[in-house]
């Protein structure tokens, strides 16, 4: 039987991080996941943005998880020889004069460093886009092409033999003992076992009560043949090329989202969802398009929009990492090191799952 230091179950992005955390102490682990391509991490847009919402409030831990995603990522696409993680500015365009007026305060105090105010006629082009009400643009920015950076980290973790593709019975496979965790249909035994599955249906005895707010998110392809550009546009909804943006190859497709639905929630796309995006799309942008392709996954958000850390009140060599919801991209990086300094050197948990 293989003893490792840790077993991750799940390798969507908060997996795949804490995973590579682990390797860069020398720590060894084993990543099993159900090898699924219709995950939340998967179908994930991966955009990173220091302002978010209708409000244009400030992301959450924004400087320390920035910091953290651009070492992170840059580091690991030298490990693999690939190519996911772009620092591209993203623009935001205002969708009424309120909401102008109300950010635009920001701007000049507060947000002054990350984001620089953009008038009605910032750019030329004005037959593509609404620019009626300006906007700001926000300088860092960036996207993580996530299908890639999960495909790349996967081949790696299978050359270290790390990498086990099996549907986890937590029922019946994991037996915990005094002296280690096992999973003997495996021949896998560790000191740690994480669960970093983000939402799932089975039921987990170590976490009964993990407050999840799980939200179904759909997003679209689209091809768009007259509209040329490179950065991602946010105005109710966000718009951004569905090629990596380092891929000079020109394209005309681009991804559209994306929708927060808390109602079924069965992972299926819907025409409700589609005919909602697209409403609010119409509203901005001013040119033909054709919708190729439909996707939907099942976010694991939190009530407080925060991530899940921390250990099992049942078994504390038992943890989660969980509800990263939109934000996965950026703070999965940030919270896989503090979750390992928490196990391994003792420090307190940034942001425990049992908060009230």
């Known amino acids: ?36 391509n219709s995950t939340s991490s998967r179908i994930a847009a991966g955009l990173v943005t220091p302002i978010t919402g209708q409000r244009g409030v400030k992301t959450w831990r924004w400087e320390e998880a920035w910091r953290a995603a651009q070492r992170f990522y840059r580091e690991i696409e030298s490990r693999t020889n690939s190519k996911f993680w772009s620092e591209r500015p993203s623009i935001r365009l205002y969708d009424s004069e309120k909401e102008r007026s109300t950010i635009d305060a920001r701007l000049s105090s507060e947000y002054r460093e990350m984001a620089t105010s953009l008038s009605p006629d910032f750019e030329s082009d004005k037959t593509s886009i609404d620019k009626t009400f300006g906007g ?167 009530f407080d929009q925060k991530p899940l ?3 099992s009140s049942i078994e504390p060599r038992i943890w989660a990492f969980n509800g990263l919801g939109a934000k996965g991209a950026l703070l999965a990086p940030w919270c896989a090191d503090h979750l390992v300094s928490s196990m391994v050197d003792g420090t307190d948990v940034i942001v425990p799952w049992h908060r009230k």
């Open 136 to 302: 700001f643009m926000m300088k860092d920015a960036a996207r993580l092409h996530t299908p890639c950076y999960l495909d790349a980290a996967r081949k790696l973790f299978l050359e270290w033999n790390s990498f086990h593709q099996h549907n986890l019975d937590l029922q019946n496979e994991v037996e915990v003992a005094s002296d280690a965790i096992r999973i003997p249909r495996l021949g896998l035994q560790s000191q740690k076992l994480i669960f970093c599955q983000g939402y799932i249906r089975q039921n987990n005895p170590w976490f009964t009560n993990l407050p999840l707010v799980p939200a179904q998110g759909d997003i679209l392809l689209l091809d768009i043949p007259r509209l040329d550009e490179a950065r991602t546009i946010h105005r109710g909804v966000w718009l951004t090329p569905s090629r990596f943006a380092n891929n000079d190859q020109p394209s005309s497709r681009y991804l559209v989202g994306s929708t927060y639905r808390w109602q079924p929630l069965d992972g299926l796309p819907s025409e409700e969802a589609r005919e909602e995006i697209l409403s609010k799309l119409k509203r901005w942008l001013k040119i033909p398009f054709e919708v190729i392709d439909h996707y939907s996954a099942i976010r694991p958000t939190s």
């Open 309 to 311: 850390v921390g250990p």
């Open 1 to 36: 039987m293989r003893t490792v230091f840790a077993i991750i179950v799940g390798q969507g992005l908060a997996g795949t991080a804490l995973a590579w955390t682990l390797a860069k102490r020398s720590l060894d682990f084993a990543i099993i996941d159900s090898g699924s």
